[in-house]
Structure formats: structure tokens, C-alpha cells
């Protein structure tokens, strides 16, 4: 029977050049960081120069000089790299709270727009508990904070929802402290009416001022003003629905501390039972104007 040599039926990779080495065809060899393959069994014939016996495979790179060397195009943490109009190009990195956006050709940092509404955190809750906290999360960056709850059931019926400040440790501040006014409007299918009343020297904010009953779920917010102003005191404003098992409420209510003190969180809490399951509390910053 006849024998056919097919010679070698994959590439084989040989590592880098050597002079003296006896190189076959289909033989694969790196030199200046590209890759050649041998197309004429020699020995001596340096790659590069001797066209009859190497094919070049992959030719290397041009180390950064057209910007396809990220290690040349990027030199500081927090860079970014994009495609320019010829060759890749470093975006630096961008002053804290600005956000990517956009431009006419390529990408830029823009500072988000004053006015803005951004949101700072988010707890659903998956466990009941006595509380729910959002600790240091009143900075400078902004000049009002909305807390913002939905969903809101207790797991007990009878009780009051209600927020407390916090100082930079999450502990409560202002004890016998907290001045608010509010209002009340209510009604069912038969009647309505509606009431005021005050909150004064107490340690707490009251955010339902009638007992909620499970069978509907409460919503509402609470707006924080100048919380890290230490030289003033801290006001708010807010609103919330709710059912008391005989009627809806409607509650607005406003108030501030007695004294000036700087404000860095907030706890919602309730005066008897847990915060339920599938209760969700939020926080937003109001970008400086």
C-alpha cells in the first residue's frame, strides 16, 4: 500500500526564534512580539528578513503610540476608556456625583441638574421588625430629603407610624424636642370631617396621628429641610394616608426641632407591634438649586 506524508496537519507552536534551531513547515515562532509560521524547512534564516521560509500570522502591537495599549492609555483609578475618532481614548475620572453622559461625538461627565430628584436608598422589608433605619444618609450634597413609604402595614392593629432623627452614630436626637402641627381629614361612606392638633416636647415625629388598621395599606412622605445645617434648626413637612378601620385619613403635619442640631439620618418605627412584611421605605435627595 502507498504512503502519503501529509506533513504536519496542525500549527506547531515553537516559543520564541532561535537562531539555530532546524524549524520544519507549519513550525509557529514569536519574535518582537509577533508570530511567524514556517512555510520552507531551514535553519539560520531569521524571521522577518527571509520572506521564502516565514509568513507572518499576527504582527504586534504599536505599544500605545496608537492608543491600543490600554496600559499607556489609561493611567489613573477611575478612568475610562472609548473609542475616539482614530484610536481609543481615556476619559478621566469624574468629580464625585456627576454622571456619565452623552456628548456630541464622545462620552463626558455632567453634573446632574439642579432641582433633581435622586435616589439614595430603598428597604423592602423581608422580615418583620421594630424598625427601619437609614443611617448617614443626609449629606451636604443636598438641601431637602423626601422619605418616601409605601405598602405600609404593622402586625399588630392599633398602632402609630412614626420617624425619628438620628445624629452621625445613628442614635436618636432631640429628645422632648420635636414640635409638630397637623391636620386631619376623614371620612367613609356615611360622613366626613376633619380636625387639627399639635405634637409638642415629645420625642418623636408622628406620622399617622390616628391608630392604622391592616385592612388598607398607609402611604405617604416626609420632606427633611437643611438636615446638616448646624446652625439652624431642622424643619419638615409631610403627608400620609392611612385607615383607622372605621375611617380614611388624610394627614398633613409640619414641625422642627426645638433646638439646632445637625440631623445625618432617619428611623421609622411604630409604638406597638412590627413593621410588616412587604412594607417599602425610600429615601431622594433634592439637588442643591
Known amino acids: 500500500m502507498a504512503t502519503v506524508n501529509l506533513g504536519a ?11 539555530s534551531t532546524q524549524y520544519q513547515v507549519d513550525d509557529v515562532v514569536s519574535s518582537g512580539g509577533s508570530s511567524y509560521v514556517c512555510i520552507q524547512a531551514s535553519q539560520g534564516n531569521a524571521v522577518g528578513n527571509a520572506t521564502a521560509y516565514w509568513n507572518i500570522m499576527s504582527s504586534a502591537g504599536t505599544n ?12 489613573t483609578r477611575g478612568d475610562i476608556v472609548y473609542k475616539g475618532a482614530s484610536a481609543l481614548e481615556r476619559l478621566p475620572k469624574g468629580t464625585a456625583g456627576y454622571y456619565l453622559k452623552q456628548g456630541a ?45 409605601s405598602n405600609f402595614r404593622n402586625t399588630v392593629v392599633g398602632e402609630k407610624l412614626t420617624s425619628y432623627l438620628l445624629n452621625s452614630s445613628g ?10 402641627v397637623h391636620g386631619l381629614h376623614y371620612g367613609n361612606s356615611g360622613t366626613d370631617s376633619h380636625g387639627s392638633g399639635r405634637d409638642w416636647g415629645i420625642n418623636f415625629i408622628v406620622n399617622t396621628n390616628t391608630s392604622v388598621h391592616n385592612g ?42 426645638a433646638n439646632s442640631v445637625e440631623i445625618y439620618g432617619i428611623k421609622f418605627s411604630v409604638t406597638g407591634g412590627s413593621i410588616n412584611t412587604k412594607s417599602t421605605f425610600s429615601v431622594y435627595g433634592y439637588k442643591k438649586s
Open 9 to 19: 496537519i496542525k500549527f506547531n507552536w515553537k516559543g520564541a526564534y532561535n537562531n
Open 105 to 149: 461625538n464622545d462620552p463626558e461627565w455632567g453634573e446632574v441638574p439642579a432641582g433633581g430628584l435622586v435616589h439614595l436608598g430603598t428597604t423592602d422589608v423581608t422580615s418583620a421588625g421594630g424598625y427601619v433605619s437609614f443611617n448617614n444618609i443626609f449629606t451636604t450634597d443636598y438641601d431637602v430629603y423626601r422619605c418616601q413609604w
Open 216 to 257: 388598607v395599606p398607609c402611604s405617604g412622605h416626609i420632606d427633611i429641610h437643611n438636615p446638616r445645617d448646624s446652625g439652624d434648626r431642622c424643619t419638615w413637612n409631610g403627608e400620609s394616608f392611612y385607615h383607622n378601620g372605621t375611617y380614611h385619613f388624610q394627614q398633613s403635619y409640619a414641625g422642627c426641632l
Open 171 to 180: 442614635q436618636e436626637v432631640g429628645s422632648g424636642q420635636y414640635e409638630t
Open 64 to 75: 500605545g503610540t496608537n492608543g491600543t495599549d490600554l496600559t499607556s492609555t489609561l493611567s
